[in-house]
């Protein structure tokens, strides 16, 4: 069957740290992986894509990984701060699928003062 | 600019009641979604338009569910007969044609919280 993971249990970490985010997939093979941040009541907010053939991607203190033999994906925030607090979503992008995405079921980030 | 809007933001619905939920998408953007959120859960997929051609249904979870765009513009989901396990948050989100930009991001709307009693 085909499935998406992310990290089931919230992440908590200290301010100043670096925040990793799993993103594993079973049975699919997008096109690209795209990172969403989603905040309480709010919608999702476009982070970072990176394609199939791409390895990594970076912008600013972001960072996502790819690799499409294991299927996964690794997103890093790095010198993390407390308004980085919120739920991160990784999503799929497939081919000729119009560019709806499969999401996966988001991981709630905490960073702690 | 503005971006995309929904509305209204909450709706709470007696079961049985038909419900409209309304999208304005980006203005100019083609390509229009809707997804349902449950709690705790990421958004899935429910259906997709480009302009007001309705090309993918394939996530509405039954035939009570129905959506349109008729002007190419704003778009409506409408849920006839409401369940209790309809009570979800409601997304909208638009993007520009993949030849255009050579991506598929997607600009999320606030959604519509449905709670039904």
């Known amino acids: 069957s085909q499935k998406i993971e992310q990290n089931s249990e919230a992440l908590n970490i200290q301010e100043g740290k670096t925040a990793t985010l799993t993103c594993n997939y079973t049975?699919?093979?997008?096109?690209?992986l795209q990172w969403y941040r989603q905040d309480p009541g709010r919608g999702p907010v476009f982070l970072l894509l990176?394609?199939?053939?791409?390895k990594e991607k970076r912008k600013e203190r972001l960072k996502v990984t790819f690799d499409t033999t294991l299927k996964q994906s690794l997103f890093h925030i790095t010198a993390s701060q407390p308004a980085d607090s919120a739920t991160y979503l990784c999503a799929l992008d497939l081919y000729n699928q119009g560019g709806k995405l499969i999401f996966g079921q988001g991981t709630e980030l905490s960073v702690k003062p | 600019g503005a971006g995309v809007s929904q509305s209204p933001r909450y709706k709470v619905a007696k079961r049985g009641q038909d419900v409209a939920l309304r999208c304005d998408p980006i203005s100019g953007h083609v390509s229009l979604f809707w997804y349902q959120q449950a709690l705790g859960q990421g958004p899935e997929f429910l259906t997709y338009f480009q302009n007001e051609a309705q090309l993918d249904k394939s996530g509405l979870p039954s035939d009570r569910f129905f959506a349109e765009r008729p002007e190419g513009s704003v778009s409506t989901l409408k849920i006839q007969r409401t369940q209790q396990e309809d009570s979800a948050v409601y997304l909208c989100?638009?993007?520009?044609?993949?030849?255009?930009?050579?991506?598929?991001?997607?600009?999320f709307g606030p959604g519509t919280r449905l709670t039904v009693l």
């Open positions: 989100a638009s993007s520009l044609p993949f030849r255009e930009t050579g991506t598929d991001t997607q600009y």
């Open positions: 990176i394609r199939e053939n791409e």
């Open positions: 049975n699919y093979s997008p096109a690209y």
